[in-house]
């Protein structure tokens, strides 16, 4: 068999042409452009490798919510008053409940710190002999068990009341010089030091107050009457007067403590009762003490007797309720006028 060389070789020829120009083709795009691209790629992520870490070394970026809890507001405080309209010589009585620790109260040029008592915060509010007629406005302040404050405004009218008249010139005394100016003036600041404290701690019973004799005595002189003893002394009587014998026996009204058992010029043997929150109460012209001072008493606990002591012109008792050092009617703390 013969080969014909020359197309064999012409036909291997073609083939190696043909294998050699892919191959530099493929050569051309390798270093021309893959390897370039590959050493760019491998460049460009020199600063992104993989580095496998353990959990624990992850930043926890979970927001962290803080709850605060939100107080629970306190409820407004409930003010009671016992009368919305009162005459002059009355006493009103103002409580406070509510989550409260203090308080005070301004009326008619009067400041008046609240008192604590059983379930409230009060205070008894004068109404003088001679209070102005009409609306007025009472401002009070409390203070939150938070130190919170809050205010209100509460308005009362007070009304017009006729007073009696009664002239002493042609009366005769037992002993006449106790109307002179000095011991007048002496007796009133005895008894203004004594009825300026207030005692912060309720001492007197809730309910209805007790008069002062067993007995329903006559009663010879009102609160707030008028009298002329003469040579221009006018005076109004800041008590009430009950005509009884000598000796008869006088009870306290409501329970307290004596803070006066003392001699005056005027109201004799006179006894005074410290029943808290600046209220109190005194008996006068008495022949005898049964109590003395500092002693506590109950309601209806004896605590002297009547007599004709002082400025007198007969046996009688006189009795006296003074609120924050203003005489007031004692009477109207018996009948319910006042509203409590």
Known sequence: ??????????????????????TSFGLCILVLVVLPTFACSSERNKDFSIEYVSKSVYEDITPVVQLTATPTPLPDPEFFISKSAITQGGTLLLSVAGSIIQGSVTFLGFDIQLTRGDRSYYTFIPISRVAEVGMHKISISVTYSDDSEFKKEMFVEIIPREWTFYDFTGDSFENPTLLSSAQREDEDLILKETFSFSNPVKLWRDGPWLKPLHFNARITSEFGEERDYGDNLIRYHEGVDFSADEGTPVYASNSGVVVLATQLSLRGNYIAIDHGGGLYSAYGHLSAFAAGEGQMVEAGDLIGYVGSSGLSTGAHLHWEIIVHGTPVDALRFTNGLNGF
């Open 1 to 22: 068999m013969f080969y014909n060389f020359s197309r064999v070789t012409k036909k291997r020829t073609e083939a190696l042409v043909f294998t050699f120009g892919i």
